[in-house]
């Protein structure tokens, strides 16, 4: 009975600990981070376009910015590595810039208490911050290459490395300066490979 009496409080220590490490996995699974969860690149008719999904998460001092009317910017960009001499595989008539970017903004409208979510002109309001976060990482038809741009050739394939950033360079000034050196405004996915399939 002593032995048990002695053992038990170890166990409740060990209990608590292994408690504590999944109070600690847990919150480092919904730090914030960008992280791209699918892609899929479609080539037909000379043009190389992208479909993706990106899984963004937001930290309290991102959350806070936007509640104080500070809109986020977030660059998805390509870069064509494959071919590396991407210009032996076009027309030579054709101008072929081999990256692509596109932005999407994210911001917050006090009077309604809605997010909005915008690329180019095009704007779609949400209700809370999570559907506009789902919005916000969903890429479709974006045409890294327009028609008739890329040209097969033999075997040749074509991929690139494709992230999402929070691009800090489009904050107001006064909280760029402020930011400095400040790794936890620094959001990004790791860059990933993305491979063409040639469509009929």
């Known amino acids: 009975m002593a032995f048990f009496t002695r053992c038990l409080p170890r166990l409740e220590i060990a209990r608590w600990l292994m408690r504590l490490c999944a109070c600690l996995m847990l ?4 730090a914030s981070g960008i992280v791209l969860e699918s892609s899929e ?8 376009s992208i479909d993706a999904r990106f899984r963004v998460s937001l930290d309290s001092n991102h959350e806070n910015a936007l509640l104080s009317g500070v809109p986020l910017t977030f660059a998805v960009e390509f ?7 991407y210009w032996a595989w076009r027309r030579v008539a054709d101008w072929f810039d081999p990256s692509a970017r596109l932005d999407f903004k994210l911001s917050y409208h006090g009077l309604t208490r809605t997010y909005r979510v915008g690329v180019g002109t095009l ?7 999570s559907e506009a976060l789902r919005a916000l990482g969903v890429v479709r038809d974006w045409r890294v290459a327009e028609r008739g741009t890329v040209t097969r050739k033999l075997d040749s394939r074509f991929a690139g490395q494709l992230s999402m950033r929070l691009d800090t360079a489009s904050l107001p000034k006064p909280l760029q300066l402020s930011l400095l050196g400040d790794a936890e405004w620094k959001l990004g996915s790791v860059p990933s490979t993305v ?3 040639a469509q009929p």
């Open 123 to 129: 704007y779609q309001s949400y209700d809370t911050l």
């Open 195 to 197: 491979e063409f399939s």
């Open 41 to 48: 690149g479609i080539e037909q008719d000379g043009r190389l």
């Open 27 to 30: 919150a480092q699974a919904c």
């Open 79 to 85: 870069t064509l590595t494959q071919p590396r001499w």
